[in-house]
């Protein structure tokens, strides 16, 4: 069953560090990110199966330099949630659909 996972820290290099970790840990796809609070706190998103996104995010956060702000799976989500993270990934000229 696939699912997101969403990983939100402060700061844009420790997001950089948590990717890598992500990518590296389990079979997962980065999707994109959002920055707020002029990239401040950044939320990054993943996609794949339930244990490789909760693999990912565990290794993220073993590896993270800074707090970890939230995180979440959410296993099989809805069409509307997909269509959101569409949207930003082109804000930021990711290739969604690769």
């Known amino acids: 069953m696939q699912a997101i996972?969403?990983?939100e820290l402060q700061g844009y290099v420790p997001a950089l560090t948590a990717?890598?970790?992500?990518?590296?840990?389990?079979?997962?796809?980065?999707l994109t990110w959002e920055k707020k609070l002029g990239g401040w706190l950044v939320t990054i998103v993943i996609q794949g199966e339930v244990s490789a996104v909760e693999a990912a995010l565990e290794a993220a956060e073993r590896q993270s330099i800074r707090k970890v702000a939230a995180k979440a799976?959410?296993?099989?989500?809805?069409?509307e949630i997909m269509r959101?993270?569409?949207?930003s990934a082109h804000k930021y000229n990711f290739k969604f659909d690769e």
């Open 19 to 30: 990717v890598d970790a992500m990518l590296k840990a389990a079979n997962v796809k980065f």
């Open 5 to 7: 996972g969403l990983f």
């Open 84 to 87: 959101q993270i569409e949207i």
């Open 73 to 79: 799976v959410i296993a099989n989500p809805h069409p």
